[in-house]
């Protein structure tokens, strides 16, 4: 591994998912990447390649838009482990140049995304909504711009990195507005069986049974195991889900969980266990 432990994440200095990387690796070098692609190939590529990193951070569910799709494509083949999980709320705000002001601003530039979830200050204030490939990126391009008829809706660090002035604090329509970040190594690391809440995270295919998803999943049930997330999506280009994505409270040393994934076994094909991992206290 690089003498200097390095997080590699998706987006420009400033992104929220280098905020979530500075709130809980604050003496790793967080390395910005311009695709997901270039996360997960950091860290896969290990020692001698740049960029290279031993982990990455990863946005893989928000509380408004939902799944963040290409990351559930992505994960299955990559070869990572999931050993992590950190929650950020999302906070936006609106931004210029020096000596810009709300007067003088016409257009606000920002991810299509972000853009959409501060629909009611672009409309208050009557602003061209410019869509930009990243948060983060909008608020380099406006100060690179020094035009004060342009802003930015970005994330408050982005501000300081750029040296723009905030305009509006904390834009967002929603105050629940919350990403799930998971952080991958490419060396399983599970969470020791015994030690707090944890999460366990896996994909499976179904057998073409009758039923089989309906019978794969009832041992969860009957075993008392909470499950937080299935998710479904087409793998090699046919048009049947049948491929998940599964989520659920435990950790495989369970009694119940054990039994239920042993159960799982009788239905389904290519059971890969993606991480054990501690539950953030954002959960409860």
């Given at each position: ?130 869509i930009?490939?990243?948060t ?42 919350t ?34 998803l ?46 239920a ?24």
């Amino acid at each position: 591994m690089p003498d200097a432990r390095r997080i590699a994440y998706q987006g420009e200095p400033g992104a929220n998912s280098h905020i979530v990387c500075a709130q809980h690796y604050p003496d790793w070098e967080a390395v910005p990447c311009a695709s997901f692609e270039d996360v997960f190939a950091a860290v896969a590529a290990g020692p001698g390649v740049e960029p290279s990193a031993e982990l990455a951070m990863i946005p893989i569910d928000n509380s408004i838009a939902g799944r963040v799709a290409d990351i559930h494509h992505f994960l299955p083949g990559s070869g990572l482990h999931i050993i992590g999980e950190h929650f950020l709320r999302i906070r936006f705000h609106l931004m210029g140049v020096p000596g810009a002001s709300l007067d003088s601003i016409r257009t606000v530039h920002s991810h299509v995304h972000a853009l959409g979830q501060c629909r009611r200050i672009i409309r208050e204030h009557g602003l061209t909504p410019v869509i930009s490939g990243d948060t983060a990126g909008a608020a380099r391009e406006v100060a690179e711009a020094g035009d004060p008829s342009q802003a930015a809706i970005s994330p408050p660090l982005a501000a300081d990195i750029y040296g723009l002035e905030v305009l509006a604090e904390d834009v967002e329509d929603e105050d629940h507005n919350t990403t799930r970040f998971v952080v991958l190594s490419p060396e399983p690391v599970r969470a020791a069986h015994g030690t707090g809440p944890c999460v366990t995270s896996f994909i499976f295919n179904v057998r073409n049974l009758p039923a089989a998803l309906y019978k794969a999943l009832g041992g969860f049930a009957t075993n008392g195991v909470n499950m937080t997330k299935l998710e479904s999506y087409m793998v090699g280009g046919e048009f049947t889900a049948t491929q998940f994505l599964c989520e659920v409270d435990g950790h495989p040393d369970d009694p119940g969980l054990a039994r239920a994934l042993e159960e799982l076994t009788f239905f389904t094909t290519d059971i890969k266990v993606l991480g054990v991992y501690p539950a953030d206290p954002f959960r409860s």
